[in-house]
């Protein structure tokens, strides 16, 4: 395992946003082309990054209908300060106000096989907790790294559907996992 630089997990709010947009873009852009399938294809640019995080995450931060957990590391020489981001979907029909979803949980490639998809995690179970959130679901990739680290932290797998997201880089329908949690 490599040493890592000193990093820290903070909760973005919807006024900070702005601020760490660009970097929030280069993360994702950066694991999509490191081949993530999380709902994107090639060609995918910096400025389709960018958007995703201005058009479909901004306004539910600000609405408090989603959680943004960001880890970060001491900005270094080459080094980019947002490493992984997971969020929380929190955007429940009443009859489902006990759950949540989790969603783009991403950890830039350079970091990676460091146990920090775990902590990102870990702390967002316990946010949503706190929350009075107590059923968590998500889907991945079947047979993804991620579906690996979801069924190690206890998730259960419900079952695959075949060909649900195209390969962001060949031309491919891959299947999901559905997994849920109860916290």
Request: a negative charge; hydrophobic letters at 40%; one cysteine or more.
């Amino acid at each position: 395992m490599q040493e890592t630089s000193p990093l820290t997990l903070a909760h973005l709010t919807g006024e900070e946003f702005a601020a760490n947009l660009q970097e929030l873009g280069a993360l994702l852009h950066a694991c999509v082309h490191d081949g993530a399938n999380i709902n994107f294809i090639l060609p995918f640019s910096q400025d389709d990054a960018v958007a995703f995080w201005r058009e479909k995450v901004l306004g539910p931060l600000r609405d408090e209908d989603r959680v943004l957990l960001i880890a970060r590391t001491l900005q270094g020489a080459g080094q980019p300060g947002i490493v992984g981001t997971v969020q929380l979907n929190c955007d429940m029909p009443p009859n489902q106000a006990h759950r949540a979803e989790i969603t783009k949980l991403l950890v830039h490639p350079a970091h990676r096989r460091r146990g920090l998809a775990r902590k990102l995690m870990l702390e967002m179970e316990a946010h949503a907790r706190k929350l009075g959130r107590h059923l968590i679901t998500l889907d991945t990739t079947t047979g993804s790294a991620a579906e690996s680290l979801y069924l190690s932290l206890g998730y259960v797998r419900l079952g695959a559907i075949p060909g649900y997201a195209r390969d962001p880089h060949e031309d491919r329908l891959d299947p999901a996992t559905i997994l849920y949690k109860q916290l």
